[in-house]
């Protein structure tokens, strides 16, 4: 005879009442043990161990007439698919999310392209204001006509005064440069933010029974572009 056949039923139950009480033990754990023999089968179907793991799994519930086995199978129906629902609406989300950073990559990528070009016109007005400012100081020295010639007509093309002009451009260059380090550092953060929220997203579709309750903080921002959702309907 087997140690497992010479405890007592009450024992039995003891034991799985501690380790339910102890939330140790689950109701997975429990159906396991009832596939392992008759006895332990008939000792995992009392309704008090049952009982036990509703009051762990579902505090705050209602009792009901019906055994203690199938309100649990009810409540974690129930509970099953509230998490789906809960899942479904956090990868719309998170999806959401995705799509507004993707938004976000766009517009940066669209302001540093016009801000490279601005760059590049003013270096390259730059350049020829150089090229100008150089006609100028050649026209002092003697050259042959048809150089001296080509240099007066840069020099009279140039209706705007080169000092002035290229200390704006200097200006004008110094600023695109920082403003393409700005743009490219919070391209950086974007894209970081980005994939943290496709890995998440990848994360949320490969665990579909998580709690993926909202915080009080996401709960207040889903409330706020709600009403200000709202306040532009009644607006247009």
């Not at 150089?134 to 000092?163: D, F, I, T």
Request: proline letters at 2%.
């Amino acid at each position: 005879m087997s140690w497992k056949n010479e405890l007592p039923d009450e024992l039995w139950r003891k034991i799985l009442e501690i380790g339910i009480k102890a939330s140790n033990f689950t109701f997975k754990d429990l159906c396991c043990v009832s596939i392992c023999s008759r006895r332990l089968h008939r000792l995992s179907n009392d309704d008090l161990l049952w009982s036990h793991l509703i009051s762990v799994d579902f505090p705050n519930q209602t009792s009901s007439s019906s055994s203690a086995k199938s309100l649990y199978k009810i409540r974690f129906e129930r509970e099953k698919e509230r998490k789906l629902w809960a899942h479904k609406r956090a990868v719309l989300r998170k999806e959401s999310l995705v799509s507004e950073h993707l938004r976000k990559l766009r517009e940066i990528e669209v302001r540093l392209r016009e801000e490279r070009n601005k760059l590049n016109s003013a270096l390259l007005e730059l350049s020829n204001l150089h090229k100008v400012s150089q006609a100028s100081v050649a026209l002092n020295v003697w050259q042959p006509e048809v150089v001296r010639g080509r240099h007066k007509q840069m020099v009279e093309q140039c209706v705007v005064p080169v000092e002035s002009r290229v200390h704006a451009l200097d200006m004008e260059v110094k600023l695109c440069n920082q403003q393409l380090q700005v743009f490219d550092k919070a391209y950086r953060d974007e894209k970081r933010r980005l994939d943290t929220a496709k890995e998440e997203l990848k994360s949320m579709k490969y665990h579909p029974l998580r709690d993926y309750t909202l915080s009080s903080t996401e709960n207040q921002e889903n409330r706020k572009k709600r009403k200000k959702l709202k306040n532009m309907h009644q607006l247009s």
